[in-house]
């Protein structure tokens, strides 16, 4: 059974940083992992990407330079370090792979 479970959300003050975990199994091959956000009120968007070999691709122009995308293979795990986070960031942030999602994990950046 096929299963991404997200962790490392919370709450952060603007210009803070918080690092997210996309754990993943049931998977039998190298997978692609992306993460995308959704703001209240607005459209789900794609933030990143990191394919199976490891290639990664920051897609949301506003988070480039800020944002890295990384996997360990070893741990089954995909990550998103954010750096200097915004209050507009406030979102619930998802990884996915395939057609699979996980549940989601709250990100609140207030101050």
Do not use: H
């Not at 603007?14 to 607005?42: D, E, M």
Request: hydrophobic fraction near 30%.
């Amino acid at each position: 059974q096929v299963q991404l479970v997200e962790s490392g959300g919370g709450s952060v003050q603007p210009g803070g940083s918080l690092r997210l975990s996309c754990k993943a199994s049931g998977f039998t091959s190298t997978y692609r992992v992306n993460w995308y956000r959704q703001i209240l009120g607005k459209r789900r968007e794609l933030v990143a990407t990191i394919s199976g070999t490891g290639v990664s691709r920051v897609s949301l122009g506003a988070v480039q330079g800020r944002f890295t995308i990384s996997r360990d293979d070893s741990k089954n795990t995909a990550y998103l370090q954010m750096n200097d986070l915004k209050s507009e960031e406030t979102a619930v942030y998802y990884c996915t792979s395939g057609d699979f999602w996980g549940q989601g994990t709250q990100v609140t950046v207030s101050s």
